[in-house]
């Protein structure tokens, strides 16, 4: 490459001083002079281009199937799966009845969030399907209401239609919930990725997150994972730090709920849900598979625990 640098500069200075030397005669040029001129630039272009094919062998990043996580996505040749992630990323709707005393009638609060089907079963964190508090919005925000909480539902909002889901799981410290979806004739299509092991993550991993980006709709982000441990001392992070990992560059608020995709020799697999992010740096964390997996084996029984796992088609 060094050696090519050297003849390219060469030439460059040679076709300089053929342009000057034209330029100090004051006449113009000859046909021959021309010719020369032309040959020399015909030679730029050539070594340009061996150049330019040099610099892109010499930099470019060959990966080859090795059974680990990848750190990029040059062997993700399926890319139209992505696109069909809003068969499987759903919205679940909460309504919470409370009883408060400012009230006369038994106040209804709805919250909004994101679950993701695996099976007959709707995966996602119980902050996201949990309101612990009435709050009521005033001229100076929304303020929390002293209050009772009665009554708390789950829905499934697919296509206009709402599907009332059985509570199977809630789990406040891993901070996962786990519902089982009722019959229906929705077409409701389970993730087409296998549930993977976040043990074998390592600093670099590659994920893609599958979000809501501020609540503008589903889209899909890279990230790397930049540590295998939860921050210390973070108030946000209900979860052990052991069962969470970082990812840098990926997370945004509206992300709760999503879920984290790594590589393994170009092969998605799910190693995480998204627990929160550091406001708009995004920076966030998410939920390992694993501890998860552990915990929906203790309420399911193992067929159902088969499609969770295999990532079949809803039955």
């Not at 992630?85 to 009845?97: G, K, P, R």
Request: hydrophobic fraction near 40%; include cysteine; charge should be negative.
């Amino acid at each position: 490459m060094v050696k090519g640098l050297q003849s390219l500069k060469q030439l460059i200075l040679t076709s300089v001083a053929v342009v000057a030397l034209i330029g100090l005669n004051g006449c113009v040029a000859s046909k021959k002079e021309i010719h020369d001129l032309e040959e020399k630039t015909s030679e730029i272009q050539e070594s340009l281009d061996r150049l330019r094919k040099e610099v892109e062998e010499g930099f470019r990043v060959v990966t080859k199937p090795d059974g680990i996580y990848d750190y990029n996505n040059s062997l993700f040749a399926n890319g139209r799966l992505l696109n069909q992630v809003s068969n499987w990323i759903v919205t679940l709707e909460t309504e919470t009845l409370f009883e408060t005393s400012q009230t006369l009638q038994p106040v209804m609060e709805n919250s909004t969030g994101l679950g993701l089907i695996a099976g007959r079963f709707v995966i996602t964190l119980d902050h996201v399907v949990t309101q612990n508090t009435l709050e009521m919005p005033t001229p100076f925000g929304r303020v929390s209401l002293p209050s009772k909480k009665l009554e708390e539902k789950t829905f499934l909002v697919y296509q206009n239609r709402k599907l009332f889901l059985k509570t199977v799981l809630r789990d406040p410290e891993l901070d996962i919930a786990l519902f089982e979806i009722p019959p229906n004739d929705l077409n409701l299509t389970s993730i087409p990725f296998p549930v993977g092991d976040s043990s074998e993550l390592s600093l670099g991993t590659f994920v893609y997150i599958v979000g809501n980006p501020f609540n503008s709709g589903i889209n899909v982000r890279e990230g790397i994972v930049s540590s295998l441990l939860g921050m210390e001392g973070l108030e946000q992070m209900p979860t052990k730090r052991d069962d969470i990992f970082m990812i840098s560059n990926g997370v945004v608020p509206g992300d709760s709920g999503a879920p984290a995709l790594a590589l393994r020799d170009g092969v998605p697999e799910l190693v995480g849900i998204v627990q929160g992010t550091l406001g708009s740096s995004r920076i966030g964390w998410a939920v390992k598979i694993n501890p998860i997996m552990r915990k929906i084996s203790d309420h399911v029984d193992q067929e159902a625990l088969h499609l969770v796992k295999k990532g079949k088609p809803l039955l």
